[in-house]
Each structure stands twice: as C-alpha cells, then as structure tokens.
C-alpha cells in the first residue's frame, strides 16, 4: 500500500503563466501529478517516492523542461529547485526549546522542530537539506543532510529510471494524447537522523509529517505543484504540510 497525494498548480499567476505558454488556464490545471510513499520496513528501513507527471498537451511537453536521465550525472548538487525539480519535505515532532512549561506562551513561540527537504532531478543529481526549524539555518545553499558520523551526505537511491517516453517523440501521435513522465527514489530512513528526537524512535515511526511537491519548468515560465499552497506560496510552510499515514504507507 501507499499514501497517495495529487498535487495541484499554485493559482496566483495562472493566467499569465498560460498566457506565456500559449494555453489555456484550464490546459494547465488538467496537468496531473501524483505523489505516492510507500514503506519499506524490512530488511532495511527507506521511505520510497514514486512521482508521476500528466502533461495534457503536446505543446506543454514541448516545452518543458525535463532533463535525461543520465547515470553519470547521479550524485549531489545544489540549487536543483532552479530547474524541474522533484521535492519532498519530511518532520518529525514538534519539541520546545523552553525549560519552563508553566508559560504556555513561551512554550508556544519557542516551539521548533527539524525538518529535511529532498530535491531531485530527473537527470539523476539530488540534495537533502536538513533544517532546525523554519528556514533555519538561512544558508543558500541550505545546510546538506549529514549521517551520524557527521562527515557523509545523506543519499538517495533511485529506482527504475530509463526514459520510457516513446510518445514524446512519436510525431503520429495525437495533440490530445497525454505526455507522461516518471521517476522513483528511496530514501534511507536511517539517513534521517535529524528528525529523530527519542533514543527509542524506531526509523518506521519518525516521519510525522510529509509534504511531496514538484516543479516544472517551462522555459521562462515556472509552475509550482503540492498537495496544498500557503499564500503566497511557501514549499516550507508545515501548517499545509499532511500528517504522515504509517499505515496507509506500510508496504504488505
């Protein structure tokens, strides 16, 4: 089994993005994007990602942007999100950094949890980023996910990557045929040492929340896709993020 999410298209520029792109507004709501995760507890934990994009035309897939897989390419890179970029937001709980539980409003505003985002494109490369809370550490390129011995960067492993795309290239093909487009990665759970927050947290059970997002370029025009949108649209807000079904992930 999974948890699965359908992602939809940040509304606040939409008609001026079809605009630029030539399309209707409605040609690109009908874009799909579905998110699936998926646990594996045995024999090692990982958390696995599948991402499924729908173009409905044949001159949107024309004009995205979406890089070849290339198996030299696989490895870490900064600043993918600038591109078409498959992104993954995971927390753990929240905690607070007060000593004092009498006062309830310091408790509050000293509330802060880690969370990790997942870039990765679909030529291969990827980052993992780690954060202490909200956009914090404020580095660009933010601070890189590290394992326990504080000298290894956090990986992902991809899945099943070849380019199975034919009807891109098949000029016989319908304008009204759908131009699909897949990747999948795992991601460790052991790698997420950051989200844990007690000694006895087994790696199934530290994501609390998830929030799976994509972007697609198109050019000049960028379209931004997640499950829900915070206004103005923020990927890092958690109140907009879905609480994390074990259950409905766990693989049978």
Same mark, same amino acid.
């Given at each position: 089994? $999974? ?39 045995? !024999? ?6 599948? =991402? ?32 078409? #970029?498959?992104? #993954? ?10 000593? $004092?539980? +009498? ?8 509330? /802060? ?8 494109? !679909? ?8 954060? %202490?809370?909200?956009? =914090?550490?404020? /580095?660009? !390129? *933010? ?8 000298? /290894?960067?956090?990986?992902? +492993?991809?899945?099943? #990557?070849?380019?199975?795309?034919? $009807? ?9 045929? *759908?131009?699909? =487009? ?19 947290? !087994? ?9 799976? #997002? ?7 025009? /960028?379209?931004?896709?997640? *499950? ?16 994390? %079904? ?7």
């Amino acid at each position: 089994m $999974s948890q699965i999410f359908d992602l939809y298209v940040v509304t606040e520029t939409l008609a001026e993005d079809a605009q630029q792109l030539g399309v209707t507004v409605k040609a690109l709501q009908d874009i799909s994007i579905q998110v699936s995760a998926t646990l594996v507890a045995q !024999p090692e934990a990982y958390l696995q990602l599948e =991402y499924r994009v729908t173009l409905p035309l044949k001159c949107l897939a024309a004009q995205l942007t979406w890089p070849k897989w290339q198996s030299d390419k696989v490895g870490f890179k900064d600043y993918l999100w600038e591109q078409t #970029c498959l992104e #993954c937001f995971l927390a753990g709980s929240l905690i607070s950094s007060s000593s $004092s539980k +009498d006062n309830d409003q310091s408790s509050s505003m000293n509330q /802060t949890t880690a969370y990790v985002e997942i870039n990765a494109s !679909p030529n291969g490369q990827y980052a993992l980023y780690e954060f %202490d809370s909200y956009r =914090y550490p404020a /580095t660009l !390129p *933010p601070k890189p996910l590290m394992h326990a011995d504080g000298q /290894t960067r956090a990986a992902i +492993d991809w899945v099943d #990557c070849s380019d199975n795309l034919k $009807s891109l290239i098949d000029s016989k093909i319908s304008v009204h045929q *759908p131009y699909k =487009y897949q990747r999948s990665f795992r991601v460790p759970l052991g790698s997420l040492s950051s989200l844990h927050h007690k000694v006895d947290c !087994p790696n199934d059970a530290i994501i609390n929340d998830i929030h799976p #997002c994509v972007i697609l370029s198109f050019g000049e025009t /960028t379209l931004y896709f997640a *499950p829900k949108h915070a206004s103005p649209p923020d990927f890092h807000n958690r109140q907009y993020w879905t609480p994390f %079904d074990r259950q409905a992930a766990l693989a049978k």
